[in-house]
């Protein structure tokens, strides 16, 4: 199986449909567009704002994605429709087993020290990751390496013990760090990288800056002389949108009304979704929450349709899946059979009462993050009657609550993932931070995901995820309620740039590299 | 020693003034709102209708509605019960700890004063906003820990004053005859002292009366008071401000609310100081 420069048929049949669908693909900048950009010099420093850098070293990155990736990149990238596309290898090729992957490196290419990349750096990398690296997507796949080589400088073999599916998508995430960086034998401190950008005066929580990378492989990127990033943790970023201290930022749905009444702001969405849940504690569920019927009133009194409409009003779409409507993995029979499409209050009565629960003598315990869409949990669960307990907690307080499994039902949201294993994996019973949903634990579950992971054949891996799907939909361990596109807000003197699959904010073929200043503000 | 306490009688003042009356009538109402308001509004305080959301007053939901579609006038009265609830109890457990571990220190002598003001004075030296954040970060989100988190947070603000208001005492010839008649420090404190100087104790919970509804206000507002569907003023303020353009009447109801009552407890604990210090003659 070759792959160069082409999409795979995945890619194709992937995420583009659904957003197509919701008309939300924009304009992205090609390789080829980037070539023949014009000479003209950079200008401006592009001020933006999208989450937070928890550590300088990619490698052991906890966070996101959005910051790092402007200085670091990887032989992978995904494209808006959800394809791989080659980025710092130029292509690839898979062997029949689906076992061995063999990259030839981009020629070319320079660190920031201005050394030539080779496939002894790569091979370095994803040694470190192997080695030194515990938790996180990579882990998993990591564990499966049977031998990594660089037979020579533009080729690079990854041996796997067993196929594994979504490894290109997950090198997506590989960064590549050259090994004389400061701190690689412990915590990288000063990420020498090949992006379009360097890495920069960072100030943690306030602000990151990135100057431009003269020597970057891509010609006449970037646009700009540098861009700087506002680390704060801002509740409503369209102030400093709407007063222009900020070019680009994450905004939340409640805002897009106002946002999109000022004519300086432009309004872009996401190309994969944030999708929302409720789950049930699985791992250590207390009674009455531990029969099934229980879980299927609760289920009944969720007014899914208000609630989309009440988190991302016009871009919400109501399903059952973990896959957005016309997404490859999402099924449109599974959908139309959703029992909870619409909530339905006596029934979700009548089955309390066939379990024989007294939800006035039941105390249910609701874990959440600070946000008013866990008050519509919390509404629903005592409309039938529970003696509700809600702790609404931040980040870290969550994440340690979850972990202790003494509570009942948690209500909350997912972002946007390289590919559709990385919300499987959550419901696997050795998956990293399963807290949110609910800690399940199905070895059949694993099994079909463990299955579907190997097949090298599409179809058959997608057959396998919804097999596993409908246990999750059967046993009731985690609710789906919809999707929605994050929007992103721009103001109108940025030109080039649009937001890409993933939060990353940069990729072969758009992102902030392909962005322009057209005006000062 | 035995008998009636000896209580030097307050200094009297003229008439008790406009505004003292007037912070008296916002207080007396409020109370009433407090206490027969739920029962006096029909709707749900709780009750979400999201299609509704946001939606301005009308002749049925006089404050209108907010971003859950809940009604605000509901949410503000079982609020005023929920945020009095809050700041008396901080008071008092302020009012309990605070005057009551630093007078029995001062009876004690000077090393266990010097021991409980030396921790007072450590706490004291945090903004009282602060600390309270601080313990409930550590104690985690509810009433309990809120009013636990307030209290302390008020306590050594407390015992300043009664100190103060002990060290003056304790200079009195009264206090010197009760000891002479062989009452224990902690006796002569309760028996005699205490009478002496409630007056400034309450004039200063009536001062942290209103300091503790505004803290807890504000630690509701970071998301540390009470969960976040309780109606409380804070959490009503923190869940509206987001929509203020949308629905300015829902964060304006909570914040005229909580300057209105803030501005009672000012007017009458200002009139309560001036009334009760017994020594402000003598400094006049």
């Known amino acids: 199986m070759t792959h160069a420069m082409t999409p795979s048929r995945r890619g194709l049949l992937g995420g583009g449909g659904a957003l197509a669908a919701l008309g939300l693909l924009a304009h992205v900048p090609g390789v080829g567009a980037a070539q023949a950009a014009d000479a003209a010099p950079r200008a401006g420093k592009l001020k933006v704002a999208f989450l937070g850098l928890d550590t300088a070293d990619p490698h052991r990155h906890t966070g996101s994605i959005a910051v790092q990736q402007v200085y670091v990149e990887t032989l992978t990238s995904i494209a808006d429709d959800g394809t791989v596309k080659p980025f710092l290898a130029t292509g690839w090729e898979i062997s029949p087993d689906g076992k061995r992957y063999s990259f030839t490196i981009r020629e070319g290419v320079r660190f920031h020290n201005g050394r030539l990349l080779t496939a002894g750096d790569i091979r370095a990398n994803a040694m470190r990751v192997r080695d030194q690296v515990r938790g996180g997507w990579l882990s998993a796949p990591m564990k499966l390496v049977e031998s990594l080589e660089a037979p020579d400088d533009r080729t690079f073999v990854m041996t796997m013990k067993e196929p594994y599916g979504p490894l290109l998508n997950l090198l997506s995430e590989l960064w590549i760090v050259a090994p004389e960086s400061d701190g690689w034998a412990q915590t990288v401190r000063t990420p020498i990288g090949t992006g379009p950008f360097r890495f920069g005066r960072w100030q943690p929580n306030v602000t990151f800056e990135a100057p431009a990378f003269a020597d970057y492989w891509q010609p006449g990127l970037p646009h700009v002389e540098a861009v700087e990033f506002s680390l704060r943790d801002i509740d409503d970023l369209s102030l400093p949108l709407r007063a222009g201290d900020l070019h680009i930022a994450r905004v939340g749905y409640d805002k897009l009304e106002s946002v999109r009444a000022d004519e300086n702001l432009e309004v872009q969405f996401m190309k994969d979704t944030t999708w929302w849940f409720w789950s049930f504690n699985n791992r250590n569920p207390r009674s009455p929450f531990n029969d099934v019927r229980v879980r299927q009133a609760v289920a009944y009194m969720l007014d899914k349709p208000a609630f989309m409409r009440f988190v991302a009003g016009q871009a919400g779409v109501v399903t059952n899946q973990m896959a957005a409507p016309g997404q490859f993995f999402w099924d449109k029979a599974m959908h139309d059979a959703d029992r909870h499409a619409r909530p339905n209050h006596d029934r979700a009565r009548a089955l309390l009462q066939e379990a024989g629960v007294d939800p006035a003598k039941t105390p249910c315990r609701i874990v959440s993050w600070q946000n008013s869409y866990s008050e519509i949990a919390v509404e629903a669960m005592r409309n039938l009657g529970f003696q509700v307990e809600h702790l609404a907690l931040d980040d870290i307080g969550a994440q340690r609550r979850l972990g202790q499994y003494d509570w009942d039902l948690a209500p909350f949201a997912s972002g946007p993932r390289a590919d559709i294993f990385l919300r499987f994996i959550r419901l696997m019973s050795d998956g990293p931070n399963v807290g949110l949903w609910g800690g399940t634990r199905d070895p059949e579950f694993d099994r079909l995901v463990h299955q579907a992971i190997a097949v090298v054949d599409l179809n058959e891996r997608r057959r396998l995820y919804l097999a596993a799907w409908q246990r999750v939909l059967d046993n009731y361990y985690t609710v789906v309620i919809g999707h929605a596109p994050e929007p992103i807000v721009n103001r109108r003197e940025v030109t080039g740039y649009a937001p890409g699959f993933t939060w990353g904010q940069h990729r072969v073929d758009g992102g902030l590299a392909f962005a322009k200043l057209t005006a000062r503000s | ?284």
Not at chain 2, 80 to 91: E, K, N, P, Q
Not at chain 2, 100 to 105: D, K, R, S
Not at chain 2, 259 to 284: H, S
């Open chain 2, 1 to 284: 020693m035995s008998g009636a306490a000896l209580v030097i009688a307050p200094t009297r003042r003229a008439g008790p003034g406009l505004g003292f009356m007037l912070g008296v009538a916002i207080l007396g109402l409020t109370l009433l709102v407090a206490v027969f308001g739920p029962s006096l509004v029909a709707a749900d305080p709780l009750m979400q209708q999201i299609t509704l959301r946001n939606t301005p007053p009308d002749a049925l939901h006089w404050l209108g509605r907010d971003h859950l579609g809940r009604d605000v006038l509901a949410r503000l009265v079982a609020g005023t019960r929920i945020s009095l609830a809050a700041a008396f109890g901080a008071t008092l457990l302020a009012l309990g700890v605070g005057a009551g571990l630093g007078l029995i220190a001062e009876a004690l002598g000077r090393w266990p004063a010097l021991l409980v003001f030396g921790v007072f004075d450590m706490v004291r030296a945090m903004p009282s906003i602060l600390l309270a954040l601080t313990l409930m970060v550590a104690l985690g989100i509810g009433m309990g820990p809120l009013v636990l988190a307030l209290g302390i947070a008020f306590a050594p603000h407390m015992a300043v004053v009664a100190r103060a208001a002990w060290r003056r005492e304790a200079a009195s010839g009264y206090v010197a005859a009760a000891r002479v008649m062989g009452a224990s420090p902690v006796a002569t404190l309760f028996r005699h002292v205490v009478p002496n100087i409630a007056g400034a104790l309450v004039t200063q919970a009536a001062i942290i009366m209103p300091r503790a509804i505004t803290t807890e206000s504000v630690l509701s507002f970071f998301g540390l008071g009470v969960a976040p569907e309780t109606p409380s003023w804070g959490r009503m303020i923190a869940g509206a401000t987001r929509f203020a353009e949308a629905a300015p009447h829902a964060v304006a109801a909570p914040v005229v609310a909580l300057c209105v009552v803030t501005l009672g407890f000012a007017l009458v604990g200002d009139r309560l100081r001036l009334a009760l210090d017994p020594l402000r003659e003598q400094r006049r």
